[in-house]
């Protein structure tokens, strides 16, 4: 009878190890990337043009990545002042702890290869912005980047910068996991 309360208490401690530190995706289908709302944008996203900066922010439904049905296309005319004047944000906010190792994955691309496009992930406390620059292909890629966050906060939020003018990128299947 020990033996077997024994045997339990050690299953239920490695499980609870193993679910303690395991990387967990947070709920986010494709970033929401495939259901369109009735003005044809994307839900939960936020395209940004501010300070000079123009684009056109539209559904592509063909050229995707592969098991994807749609991506979201940005075509660059004009930069603003700043790389944050041209960008996209998803809008479901998580929380987060300071230190806490979050791992962002997504696949892009860049219709003529070599564009440049900033992955950033910052919270409502001033000083948690931290940004990784992306060289992208002209084919679909996987790209991915860990940051540990800044602050902590139930408002931790990622964005994309586009840093070329005058090129279309290309951008599905995003998430976070932590």
Do not use: C
Not at 144 to 173: C, P, V
Request: aromatic letters at 16%.
């Amino acid at each position: 009878m020990k033996l077997t309360i024994k045997f339990i208490l050690t299953l239920f401690i490695v499980f609870f190890y193993t679910f303690s530190f395991s990387q967990k995706s947070l709920e986010l289908k494709n970033s929401d990337l495939e259901r369109v709302s009735p003005d044809g944008k994307f839900w939960w996203w936020n395209d940004v043009t501010r300070k000079g900066a123009d684009a056109t922010f539209s559904v592509e439904d063909f050229d995707t990545n592969p098991g994807s049905q749609k991506a979201l296309k940005v075509q660059t005319h004009t930069m603003g002042e700043k790389g944050y004047h041209l960008s996209s944000q998803y809008n479901q906010k998580f929380k987060g702890k300071e230190g806490d190792a979050v791992t962002i994955s997504f696949h892009a691309k860049n219709k003529d290869g070599g564009g440049k496009m900033k992955l950033v992930i910052q919270s409502d406390v001033q000083g948690s912005y931290q940004g990784k620059d992306f060289i992208l292909s002209e084919d679909w890629t996987k790209y991915s980047h860990t940051f540990n966050l800044k602050s902590n906060s139930s408002n931790q939020a990622i964005r994309f910068w586009y840093m070329t003018e005058g090129t279309e990128f290309f951008l599905d299947d995003v998430s976070i996991s932590k």
